[in-house]
């Protein structure tokens, strides 16, 4: 592993650990070049999944930008970051559990907000507004007067 500090190849593995929902390795690491110490994550991959964008281009499917997405339709919201990593790394095994190689940003969007919805209403509707692109106060009306119907 390179070290993110001087770049060197050589780091040695001082601890591992599983992480709390046992869905990674948590490494720290040492740097015998500059001394310093950083911590890594591994996690199990069951697949190299593309995503197909709408606009027809294909790119490799990055969890990072999954969690980012989440985390901002959470921010400031009361939801810790290890619910948060739990809730990315169930939509992730969803995803990969949908066996296929190529999978639309319509469909992880999908999953994402079925995700959203049972931990927050608010992340929720902040999320609905990117993903299905609300233009108008008449639009954020009407989602949430459809989310009012199905909590009632």
Known sequence: MRCPFCGTDDTQVKDSRPTEDNAAIRRRRFCGNCGARFTTFERVQLREMLVAKS????EIFEREKLLRSMKIAL???PVDDDRIEQVTNSVVRQLESLGENEITTAKIGEHVMEA???LDHVAYVRYASVYKDFRSPGDFEDFVDT???ETT
């Open 147 to 149: 989310l009012k119907k």
């Open 116 to 118: 959203l919805r049972t």
């Open 75 to 77: 921010r400031k919201r």
């Open 55 to 58: 606009n027809g281009e294909k």
